[in-house]
């Protein structure tokens, strides 16, 4: 069946911590993708990577940054945490290909106080 | 990047009532996608729609891809309780490869 994984559902971080998002799929997919989701705004994507070492910005990259050392792993990293970056934050991959189907990770709720 | 205008926010229904929703662009897009998100889970995809004009149904649920391709609507007849959750569209672009856009998501409640 399949799986994507993150490693935290709840995270609570301090302003100007260093925070690191993992998640895990265990499909072989290219494709990852980071989103953040936020009421309203529906979710906006952040970071996508196709390959391993390869990473492409999204629409709102502004304080994040990703690693992708594996295939199955993909890192979200918020080098300073900022209160404006309270938010859900969600995995998901895909298949390489014109493949609709993008499977997502149950998500993790991150404050930052 | 543009987002989908997609209406209503949310909604709050007796069970047994049909509910419609929509998702709007300025753009085309060549595919057009549905996903229902529960609490605490990550969304999961209900219906892909692939030509202008399309209708496709899964259950209880029916999907229309809008003959601009600048639009796509989602009805659920009968509502139940399960079907509580927040609906997103999602438009991809040929060009765009596996990126899609989404709407702002419709919360729907259903009241037993």
């Known amino acids: 069946d399949v799986k994507v994984t993150q490693s935290s559902r709840y995270l609570v971080k301090r302003t100007g911590e260093k925070v690191f998002l993992e998640c895990v799929q265990d499909?072989?997919?290219?494709?990852m993708f980071w989103y953040r989701q936020d009421p309203g705004l529906g979710l906006r994507l952040i970071y996508f990577?196709?390959?391993?070492?390869?990473?492409e910005k999204g629409d709102i990259p502004e304080g994040y940054s990703v690693s992708r050392e594996k295939k199955e792993r993909f890192s979200l990293i918020l080098e300073s945490a900022s209160t404006n970056q309270t938010s859900m934050y969600l995995c998901?991959?895909?298949?390489?290909?014109?493949?609709?189907?993008?499977?997502f990770g149950p998500g993790t709720r991150l404050t930052v106080l | 990047g543009q987002q989908l205008n997609q209406s209503p926010q949310s909604m709050f229904i007796q069970e047994g009532e049909d509910v419609s929703m929509n998702c709007t662009s300025s753009?085309?897009?060549?595919?057009w996608l549905w996903y229902k998100q529960e609490p605490g889970e990550g969304p999961v995809l209900l219906i892909a729609?692939?030509?202008?004009?399309e209708l496709t149904s899964n259950g209880r649920l029916t999907a229309q891809f809008g003959i601009t391709r600048k639009d796509s609507f989602l009805n659920i007849s009968a509502s139940i309780p399960s079907d509580v959750g927040i609906y997103f569209c999602?438009?991809?672009?040929?060009?765009?490869?596996?990126?899609?856009?989404f709407g702002g998501g419709t919360r729907l409640m259903v009241k037993p």
């Open positions: 753009s085309i897009f060549n595919t």
């Open positions: 990577s196709y390959d391993v070492k390869m990473k």
């Open positions: 999602a438009g991809r672009r040929d060009n765009a490869g596996n990126m899609l856009t």
């Open positions: 499909m072989d997919h290219e494709n």
């Open positions: 729609l692939y030509k202008a004009g």
């Open positions: 998901a991959s895909v298949l390489a290909g014109l493949t609709d189907t993008q499977y």
